[in-house]
């Protein structure tokens, strides 16, 4: 029987409904991957509500839970580590000693760093400081890198100015050391105002994918923590990068159906749960250049 793979995942919590590893946890664990969830933040519900009440957790909490997992023995069970939202550079690095210290038991672990940096537009605003660390730290040490556009036009310090160009730009932080990147959101001047679009580009090839873009009243929250946490699942699970690229596009998709038919404005994740683990759509990433 293959063995369960186990991710520790180091990011938000909502006690209401879904962002961060409230977003990633259960679809994760629904197709197959053991999660340990680190939680950064414990908060009332996601920051986009404009209020929340609770707290971040102290950051030497970090290591100090990770001595546990050691002290009894299971660190070296640890096959991937996952981060999103920073609090601050500081809890950055010690989540990069952490993988260091995962890969000193498990050589074969894996890191994806998703950079969020948050949405000025939302009101949602990371430190410069940790955008820094996301480039010139994380980005060393990361297997697989995550940045929407912002995320990318960020790193790069500049706007793409086609297809072609965000293919460049991933690329370019590639020589930072990453092994991949997934670009989860796309955006360049000439995208088609009915779909939303993906990159996944690697030393070798670029996938390109396109999928229907729904209408929402309100942008729904947690969709990248919910697409880099699958493709990590995936990935985890055996598959390789295209293949894990088309599914997390194809199983987002799905929830994003069923939250929309639910006219809800958090992700509808227990009611796709099954669609979660097969989706019924399928989206072929076409080969660029
Ligand atoms: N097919 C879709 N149709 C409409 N909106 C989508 C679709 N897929 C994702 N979104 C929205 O697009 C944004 C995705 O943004 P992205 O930058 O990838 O991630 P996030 O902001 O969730 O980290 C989110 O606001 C999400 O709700
Ligand atoms: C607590 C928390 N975690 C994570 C996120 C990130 O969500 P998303 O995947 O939409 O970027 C948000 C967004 O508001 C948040 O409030
Ligand atoms: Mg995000």
Request: hydrophobic content about 45%; overall charge negative; some cysteine.
């Amino acid at each position: 029987m293959p063995r369960t793979p186990h991710v520790l995942a180091i990011q938000s919590h909502v006690v209401f409904g879904h962002a961060g590893n409230s977003a990633a946890e259960f679809p994760m664990r629904r197709v197959g991957v053991n999660v340990w969830p680190l939680n950064t933040v414990q908060f009332s519900n996601h920051t986009q509500y404009g209020h929340w009440t609770g707290q971040v957790l102290p950051p030497e909490q970090i290591p100090a839970l990770v001595d546990g997992i050691a002290a009894i023995g299971e660190l070296g069970n640890c096959d991937a580590v996952l981060s999103g939202y920073l609090g601050s550079a500081a809890q950055g690095r010690s989540i990069l000693e952490v993988v260091r210290r995962i890969r000193e038991v498990n050589p074969r672990a894996v890191y994806l760093c998703d950079p969020v940096m948050g949405h000025p537009e939302k009101g949602c605003i990371v430190a410069p400081e940790v955008s820094e660390f996301l480039l010139h730290e994380a980005a060393a040490v990361a297997d697989y890198l995550c940045p929407n556009q912002l995320e990318l036009d960020s790193f790069c310090d500049r706007q793409p100015t086609s297809l072609e160009d965000c293919a460049a730009m991933a690329r370019g932080l590639l020589v930072r050391g990453p092994k991949a990147i997934l670009v989860k959101h796309l955006n360049y001047p000439g995208k088609p105002a009915d779909a939303f679009e993906m990159l996944l580009v690697t030393l070798d090839e670029t996938w390109h994918l396109r999928r229907p873009l729904l209408a929402f009243p309100r942008q729904p929250v947690g969709v990248g923590d919910l697409t880099s946490g699958l493709f990590l699942a995936r990935l985890l699970l055996g598959d390789d990068l295209r293949t894990a690229f088309e599914f997390c596009a194809a199983a987002v998709h799905e929830v994003l159906l069923e939250t929309q038919a639910c006219g809800s404005y958090e992700l509808e994740l227990v009611r796709a749960q099954d669609r979660i683990a097969h989706p019924r759509v399928k989206f072929e990433a076409v080969k660029l250049g």
